[in-house]
């Protein structure tokens, strides 16, 4: 994995380009530079299982995986033209729309969040049991401001009745900086995804207070199914680069079909020995309790955007006053190899 291009090397070309609205120019001879909110989560997994099962190639394609923990900042990058694609949460296309961007999502990977909302075995002890109990002066943790996982902890927040001046988020990232922020009480619960929820269970060091991975959890907490881990790019790169949005599409398309018709065992085989270290069996079981919340072809889900939509106006006033056209916001398109 490359180091993040640095910002002062773009300037100079992406000033014009910016300046017009339109995606940057790319050679044929470079490669599809994709960031991923967090390479090694699972709910990101098929960014990694379609570089390694081989899909990118069989397309004719040239792909860079780059990984970046917030996928706030992910799409930062994007916008400012540092690469083609991102994979991350689909509601960033909703929230950046009503901020004049536009972005959609050309392939969807998980029907749910695959979040999980927990809360250190210590303040469950002191009462905190339900996000009701977040109000008093809580501090809530979120892999960075701005984040998906900031959307949703505010929308389970205010729907448990807690007004934001009742806690604080804070952010913390993800894996070893989420861990040792509930070990050390800087957070009293927060939001995180497998293979970190596995680990603070296993140790004991916090408990379940809401479950986004699977589909019942989701509709129990948000209302319906909530897209969540997808592939967005910017419409005009999707618009002036059909070619390689249909072939991007359907290489991630073929790994979802693949990871329906595999198991967590031969899914694992297929990582990097670094996304599991030292104990495999962990991880398995992590993408046993996730694999329910993936999409079987990688299309959006029927309803699915409404859900979103509905979760960001409710405390989001620029999503809700925005008009957002959904249809500007995914496309199944491409997927479809149309």
Same mark, same amino acid.
Request: charged share 20%; proline share 4%; net charge positive.
């Given at each position: 994995?490359?180091?993040?291009?640095?910002?002062?090397?773009?300037?100079?070309?992406?000033?014009?380009?910016?300046?017009?609205?339109?995606?940057?120019?790319?050679?044929?001879?470079?490669?599809?530079?994709?960031? #991923?909110?967090?390479?090694?989560?699972?709910?990101?997994?098929?960014?990694?299982?379609?570089?390694?099962?081989?899909?990118?190639?069989?397309?004719?394609?040239?792909?860079?995986? !780059?990984?970046?923990?917030?996928?706030?900042?992910?799409?930062?990058?994007?916008?400012?033209?540092?690469?083609?694609?991102?994979?991350?949460?689909?509601?960033?296309?909703?929230?950046? !729309?009503?901020?004049?961007?536009?972005?959609?999502?050309?392939?969807?990977?998980?029907? #749910?969040?695959?979040?999980?909302?927990?809360?250190?075995?210590?303040?469950?002890?002191?009462?905190?049991?339900?996000?009701?109990?977040?109000?008093? %002066?809580?501090?809530?943790?979120?892999?960075?401001?701005?984040?998906?996982?900031?959307?949703?902890?505010? $929308?389970?927040?205010?729907?448990?009745?807690?007004?934001?001046?009742?806690?604080?988020?804070?952010?913390?990232?993800?894996?070893?900086?989420?861990?040792?922020?509930?070990?050390?009480?800087?957070? !009293?619960?927060?939001?995180?995804?497998?293979?970190?929820?596995?680990?603070?269970?296993?140790?004991?060091?916090?408990?379940?207070? #809401?479950?986004?991975?699977?589909?019942? %959890?989701?509709?129990?907490?948000? %209302?319906?199914?909530?897209?969540?881990?997808?592939? $967005?790019? !910017?419409?005009?790169?999707?618009?002036?680069?059909?070619?390689?949005?249909?072939?991007?599409?359907?290489?991630?398309?073929?790994?979802?079909?693949?990871?329906?018709?595999?198991?967590?065992?031969?899914?694992?085989?297929?990582?990097?020995?670094?996304?599991?270290?030292?104990?495999?069996?962990?991880?398995?079981?992590?993408?046993?309790?996730?694999?329910?919340?993936?999409?079987?072809? %990688?299309?959006?889900?029927?309803?699915?955007?409404?859900?979103?939509?509905?979760?960001?106006?409710?405390?989001?006033?620029?999503?809700?006053?925005?008009?957002?056209?959904?249809?500007?916001?995914?496309?199944?398109?491409?997927?479809?190899?149309?």
């Amino acid at each position: 994995m490359k180091a993040l291009p640095r910002r002062t090397l773009l300037a100079a070309a992406l000033g014009a380009a910016l300046a017009a609205g339109a995606p940057l120019a790319q050679a044929a001879d470079t490669p599809i530079t994709i960031m #991923v909110g967090g390479i090694n989560k699972i709910i990101y997994l098929p960014a990694k299982l379609t570089e390694a099962l081989g899909y990118f190639k069989d397309e004719g394609l040239k792909v860079e995986l !780059q990984s970046q923990p917030a996928g706030v900042d992910a799409e930062n990058q994007l916008i400012a033209g540092a690469v083609q694609g991102v994979v991350g949460f689909y509601d960033h296309t909703i929230d950046l !729309q009503s901020k004049g961007k536009e972005i959609e999502a050309i392939a969807v990977f998980g029907k #749910v969040p695959g979040e999980v909302e927990l809360v250190s075995t210590k303040a469950f002890n002191a009462g905190f049991k339900s996000m009701a109990d977040a109000k008093g %002066g809580k501090t809530l943790g979120v892999t960075g401001l701005g984040s998906s996982t900031d959307f949703l902890t505010r $929308y389970l927040a205010d729907r448990a009745g807690v007004a934001s001046k009742e806690y604080s988020l804070l952010p913390v990232g993800a894996g070893a900086t989420f861990i040792a922020a509930i070990k050390q009480d800087r957070i !009293q619960a927060g939001m995180t995804t497998e293979p970190t929820v596995s680990e603070l269970l296993k140790t004991g060091d916090a408990k379940v207070l #809401v479950d986004l991975r699977t589909e019942e %959890g989701t509709k129990a907490a948000l %209302g319906g199914l909530y897209p969540a881990a997808s592939f $967005y790019v !910017q419409n005009a790169w999707a618009d002036s680069h059909k070619a390689e949005a249909t072939k991007l599409a359907r290489a991630f398309g073929k790994t979802m079909q693949w990871i329906s018709t595999h198991s967590a065992e031969e899914i694992a085989e297929k990582m990097p020995k670094d996304y599991y270290g030292s104990d495999k069996a962990l991880y398995v079981s992590a993408l046993k309790a996730s694999l329910p919340m993936f999409t079987k072809d %990688g299309r959006m889900p029927e309803g699915g955007p409404e859900t979103v939509l509905k979760v960001l106006a409710t405390y989001k006033p620029q999503v809700k006053s925005g008009n957002i056209n959904l249809a500007k916001t995914y496309t199944n398109a491409f997927v479809a190899g149309k």
